[in-house]
């Protein structure tokens, strides 16, 4: 499914037809030679003897001869000359004729332009071009036309999609749908002195329909919509890449209202590791630069707006999200079972499909599955179906499809089991039971076992009422409890772990290191530093100032605090299996539950 038109005609292709018009010249002109059947000498000797070689042609190391048998036909051959001795009384005894066989070659000054002349004419003409397409990419001076030429290079005139073709992702659609209405009427924004927002980044794991969002962004706003990868930035030659960015903002600039799409944008929104060896980004860093510079350069108040789409958020240069550049982010998330139920159901329009097909069940069976895979999972069963001689899809097709997929899928662990599936939703509601049953601690608001795009197979979020600058002793202790309900409840539960809690257990320990090390919350270290922070605004990097015996303590210190805070964890929840129970199995079945449901089964007095 190749969407992107090449509307120019890349080098590749003169070249391409240069070396077919040497090729159709060879072969006319080729000596005929080539083209007559070789045979042994016995043959040509045989025939001799039996009268039938009419003519014969003698060179230094072949024979050519044509023969004519008692039917009438003739041949032309050509053999070996062994420099057989008795060759000459053979000629003589035969009576053949001595003649020319093979036709004489080509003119020699037909030969010598065809040999020399041509070829050179070639070299130059596709010398000529290839300086031309340089130009056009440095934007020398002497381009323009053929810079403007090629103006239509990004325009992809109408996508054909709407927000009716992306199912689910309705959070997105929502930040999305604000963009198309800023673009139909800039006024109502500019009255009040709203500005939209220069651009805004789709951020979501692969084949959950970031490219189609944006798609349907054009479809819907009716303005022109210059769309390119990341990865076509990225040229052999330094500087060209820059003077691409440049070139795409200079015609969006001319076209506006519009909107740019840079999909892919972390090929070339890679941090930059200042102070590389050799420099051997250069090329990338000058995209990147120009990228930043255009941004901040052109007026988000005519109308041009820059979508761009990564799954890799967490390589992208702190730069690019700055505000007055990617801004805002839209996250575009795995779909959840209502999600899931909505995307087959746009595919399968597309397709002849039984009128009983249950599309829920196999939204079930797919928990974890992307867009792409559901996408999949519908052309598969109808590929199925005309396979077997159907007229349309049936729930056994999908059925199927579906496990063709998830065996397809399972090396990428894309698909989860109903194990893992109950295994995770018991870790996210043991966070939850924890950090509800604790004072001081932020609310839950939403709770998914929906794979991230951080990587987590699940989450818990917690968001605090107002802002907070402050931690207090028992807010951070309780802060570790909560990361450790996860694997806690996995304990009680399984009565064994799996290795889900990584995250819960790097967060933890940083915390409790920082309670040590830099908050002085510790009673063995009372208000010491014992590290600082080097890097503030990067990353926040940590550098350990003590000695190795300090270093020993400071361990077996956050060691403490980790384990307390686990076996408090452990005793919530045994406090309150029946809750844990009850809440896991609701969210094993519904995939996201929002925090305001979570409080009334929480609160809900038992049944009994
Ligand atoms: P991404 O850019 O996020 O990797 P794409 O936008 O290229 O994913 O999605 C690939 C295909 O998967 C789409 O063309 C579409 O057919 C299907 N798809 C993905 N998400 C959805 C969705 N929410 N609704 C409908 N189709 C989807
Ligand atoms: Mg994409
Ligand atoms: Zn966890």
Same mark, same amino acid.
């Given at each position: 499914m190749t969407e992107k038109k090449t509307p120019k005609k890349p080098l590749i292709f003169y070249a391409v037809v240069a070396m077919i018009i040497l090729l159709v010249f060879n072969l006319l002109f080729m000596p005929a030679l080539n083209r007559i059947p070789e045979v042994p000498y016995n043959f040509f000797v045989s025939s001799l003897e039996q009268g039938n070689v009419q003519l014969v042609e003698v060179q230094d190391t072949q024979i050519a001869f044509i023969t004519q048998d008692e039917a009438g036909q003739q041949g032309i051959y050509v053999t070996g000359n062994p420099n057989d001795p008795q060759l000459v009384d053979r000629l003589l005894d035969a009576e053949v004729d001595f003649g020319q066989v093979i036709p004489k070659e080509e003119s020699p000054l037909l030969m010598f332009i065809l040999t020399w002349i041509l070829p050179i004419i070639l070299f130059v003409v596709i010398g000529q071009l290839m300086a031309r397409y340089m130009q056009k990419k440095m934007g020398g001076p002497n381009s323009m036309s053929f810079g403007k030429s090629n103006a239509k290079i990004y325009v992809e005139a109408q996508t054909g999609k709407t927000f009716a073709d992306v199912a689910g992702e309705d959070e997105a659609k929502e930040a999305l749908k604000e963009i198309v209405d800023f673009l139909h009427n800039p006024s109502k924004y500019e009255s009040i002195g709203a500005t939209m927002p220069k651009g805004a980044l789709l951020v979501g794991?692969? +084949?959950?329909g970031k490219t189609l969002l944006a798609k349907a962004v054009a479809g819907e706003a009716h303005v022109p919509f210059f769309s390119i990868s +990341?990865? !076509? /930035? $990225? !040229?052999? /030659? $330094?500087g060209m890449g820059a003077a691409k960015v440049r070139d795409l903002f200079k015609q969006a600039n001319e076209k506006a209202p519009c909107i740019v799409f840079i999909d892919e944008i972390d090929t070339i929104g890679k941090k930059r590791d200042g102070g590389g060896m050799g420099g051997g980004n250069d090329e990338r860093e000058q995209t990147l630069n120009q990228l930043l510079t255009e941004m901040d350069g052109f007026d988000a108040r005519k109308g041009v707006v820059i979508l761009a789409a990564t799954n890799r958020p967490e390589s992208l240069d702190k730069a690019l999200l700055r505000p007055g550049r990617f801004d805002r982010r839209i996250p575009v998330e795995l779909p959840d079972l209502a999600g899931r139920e909505a995307i087959l159901k746009v595919h399968a329009a597309n397709v002849k499909i039984a009128p009983d097909v249950d599309y829920n069940a196999i939204a079930r069976a797919t928990a974890g599955a992307s867009g792409a895979e559901l996408a999949n999972i519908v052309n598969e069963a109808a590929l199925r179906a005309v396979r077997l001689g159907r007229q349309s899809v049936t729930q056994a097709d999908l059925e199927e499809s579906v496990e063709v997929i998830i065996a397809g899928y399972q090396r990428k662990n894309a698909v989860i089991s109903p194990k893992d599936k109950r295994i995770i939703a018991y870790h996210e509601i043991g966070h939850a039971l924890v950090a509800a049953k604790q004072s001081n601690s932020a609310p839950v608001t939403k709770i998914t076992i929906i794979p991230r795009t951080s990587g987590a197979l699940g989450y818990t979020m917690q968001v605090d009422e107002g802002e907070k600058v402050l931690m207090s002793r028992e807010e951070a202790f309780n802060k570790i409890a909560t990361l450790t309900g996860g694997r806690a409840a996995e304990e009680l539960i399984f009565g064994n772990y799996t290795s889900g809690a990584s995250n819960d257990i790097e967060q933890a320990t940083k915390l409790a290191r920082a309670m040590v090390t830099r908050y002085g919350m510790s009673s063995e270290f009372d208000m010491m530093a014992l590290e600082t922070v080097t890097n503030q605004y990067l990353g926040g990097d940590t550098s350990l100032a003590c000695s190795p015996e300090t270093a020993a303590k400071i361990d077996s210190e956050v060691l403490g605090i980790i384990k307390k805070a686990h076996a408090k964890a452990i005793s919530i929840l045994k406090e309150n299996s029946g809750k844990l129970d009850e809440l896991a199995q609701y969210l094993y079945e519904k995939e996201t539950i929002t925090g305001d449901e979570f409080m009334q089964i929480l609160n809900k007095p038992k049944a009994s």
């Open positions: 794991p692969p +084949g959950t +990341g990865s !076509e /930035f $990225v !040229e052999m /030659f $330094v």
